[in-house]
């Protein structure tokens, strides 16, 4: 990876005003109750621009008239984060995984006084100071302020000359367009997915709860070296498929009924986005394959689509027209709008650092970037909901399917639970 984050910084310098500066905060976990906080998970900008994962760094990147200088700050180590927490990386560390130059890397009690060099007219390290202070502003909600917006706070207060601006239409931009190595990444949580997709089918017939195949998911994909899933499992049988974001999966597994999930490992820190659906019995009813091979068709026909100049317009419409004429065929709707009653989110999203990455929607496929497709046929009043979903790499000529060996015809799937528990 450490290719990547120096290609990934050069691509961003060329994308900043000349005389600017952007800071990245690495972030920490979060706290939970009482004294515990969850797991630490890195600020995926951060990440993507460091290879760096440890709490509480800071990324100064300066982009002057003439050069760029890039800067870590990283925590220092005391006896009781030792004992307690367990080392932060060290300086030389840090250095090998993101390609800064270790003379360039301090602790972060110095940010301050690096700060005020970089802004002091008289000595500014960049020659001028800058004007412009770019920040990570990626806001999922007004309730939850970006991280950087209270780090920063601190720093706006003594230097009213600067002009802040969001980092986020260029870093959303470079990264819809993934490198090799994060091509590694993804196909190795794709993998970890398989893995633990294959277990639950393996162990669906011998269960009796949602849970139970969440923990088999979960059980696998940590087997497999994955440090965990991207987002919490969906499992979802009858009509819990029927809502979208069901997640608390304490339900009794009915046994004709079919059971949908939609769950992804995560590999060092990138996402992978499976959506799958089983009959818990093993065999399909003729109903059920009916309306499973009808999602099935338009996943497939709906990847074929994929290549680059096309929008995701086109594939939106082009799966939920599929969608109408293929339940009109069977008489489950008569009008065009009543598909919105079976079918109610689009076809994908980009997938990448985020299991739902950033990115820019508004333009055309290009190669390199990676998204997933998913269409689906919810129906609560014979409590079957249907989600097939995989993971497309775009390339020059058309697409690969980075998920093409997770089974999903009917056949396949019933033959793999029939095979005897080993
Ligand atoms: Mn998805």
Same mark, same amino acid.
């Given at each position: 990876m450490l290719e990547h984050v120096v290609e990934a910084r050069k691509k961003l310098y060329e994308r900043m005003e000349s005389e600017s500066v952007a800071l990245f905060f690495a972030g920490s976990a979060p706290h939970r109750t009482t004294d515990q906080y969850y797991k630490y998970a890195p600020q995926r900008n951060f990440y993507y621009l460091t290879n760096l994962h440890e709490p509480n760094m800071i990324l100064m990147m300066l982009n002057g008239k003439e050069d760029t200088k890039t800067y870590l700050f990283v925590e220092e180590?005391?006896?009781?984060?030792?004992?307690? =927490?367990?080392?932060?990386?060290?300086?030389?560390?840090?250095?090998?995984?993101?390609?800064?130059?270790?003379?360039?890397?301090?602790?972060?009690?110095?940010?301050?006084?690096? &700060?005020?060099? +970089?802004?002091?007219?008289?000595?500014?390290?960049?020659?001028?100071?800058?004007?412009?202070?770019?920040?990570?502003?990626?806001? +999922?909600?007004?309730?939850?302020?970006?991280?950087?917006?209270?780090?920063?706070?601190?720093?706006?207060?003594?230097?009213?000359?600067?002009? +802040?601006?969001?980092?986020?239409?260029?870093?959303?931009?470079?990264?819809?367009?993934?490198?090799?190595?994060?091509?590694?990444?993804?196909?190795?949580?794709?993998?970890?997915?398989?893995?633990?997709?294959?277990?639950?089918?393996?162990?669906?017939?011998?269960?009796?709860?949602?849970?139970?195949?969440?923990?088999? &998911?979960?059980?696998?994909?940590?087997?497999?070296?994955?440090?965990?899933?991207? &987002?919490?499992?969906?499992?979802?049988?009858?009509?819990?498929?029927?809502?979208?974001?069901?997640? =608390?999966?304490?339900?009794?597994?009915?046994?004709?009924?079919?059971?949908?999930?939609?769950?992804?490992?995560?590999?060092?820190?990138?996402?992978?986005?499976?959506?799958?659906?089983?009959? +818990?019995?093993?065999? &399909?009813?003729?109903r059920q394959k009916t309306l499973y091979n009808i999602v099935l068709e338009v996943n497939k026909a709906t990847i074929e689509e994929i290549r680059p100049g096309v929008t995701w317009k086109h594939l939106n419409d082009f799966a939920k027209q599929m969608l109408i004429e293929k339940t009109k065929a069977i008489g489950l709707i008569k009008e065009d709008t009543e598909i919105s009653e079976l079918y109610y989110h689009s076809i994908g999203h980009f997938m990448g650092l985020d299991v739902h990455d950033v990115g820019h929607y508004n333009i055309p496929l290009e190669a390199g970037m990676v998204l997933t497709i998913e269409p689906g046929l919810y129906i609560k009043d014979e409590g079957i909901g249907i989600r097939i979903e995989d993971d497309i790499l775009v390339t020059k000529d058309g697409y690969k399917n980075l998920s093409q060996s997770i089974i999903k015809e009917v056949e396949d799937i019933e033959a793999f639970i029939a095979l005897d528990e080993k």
């Open positions: 180590n005391t006896d009781h984060i030792i004992k307690w =927490e367990g080392a932060r990386m060290e300086k030389q560390a840090a250095s090998e995984r993101s390609g800064i130059d270790i003379a360039n890397i301090r602790y972060l009690k110095e940010f301050d006084g690096m &700060f005020h060099q +970089v802004m002091n007219y008289a000595r500014s390290v960049m020659g001028t100071p800058p004007k412009t202070l770019y920040l990570d502003l990626y806001h +999922v909600d007004p309730k939850n302020p970006p991280i950087a917006l209270e780090q920063a706070d601190r720093i706006l207060k003594n230097y009213k000359e600067l002009t +802040v601006k969001a980092i986020n239409e260029h870093t959303s931009y470079l990264r819809m367009f993934k490198s090799d190595a994060e091509i590694k990444q993804i196909q190795a949580a794709i993998n970890h997915t398989e893995k633990g997709l294959n277990n639950v089918m393996k162990k669906l017939k011998a269960r009796s709860h949602e849970y139970q195949l969440e923990a088999d &998911f979960l059980h696998e994909i940590t087997l497999s070296g994955s440090e965990g899933n991207a &987002f919490e499992t969906i499992a979802a049988c009858s009509d819990n498929a029927t809502v979208l974001h069901y997640i =608390e999966n304490r339900d009794v597994l009915k046994k004709d009924a079919l059971i949908l999930f939609d769950l992804g490992a995560l590999h060092q820190n990138y996402a992978s986005d499976i959506s799958r659906t089983y009959p +818990v019995s093993g065999k &399909f009813t003729k």
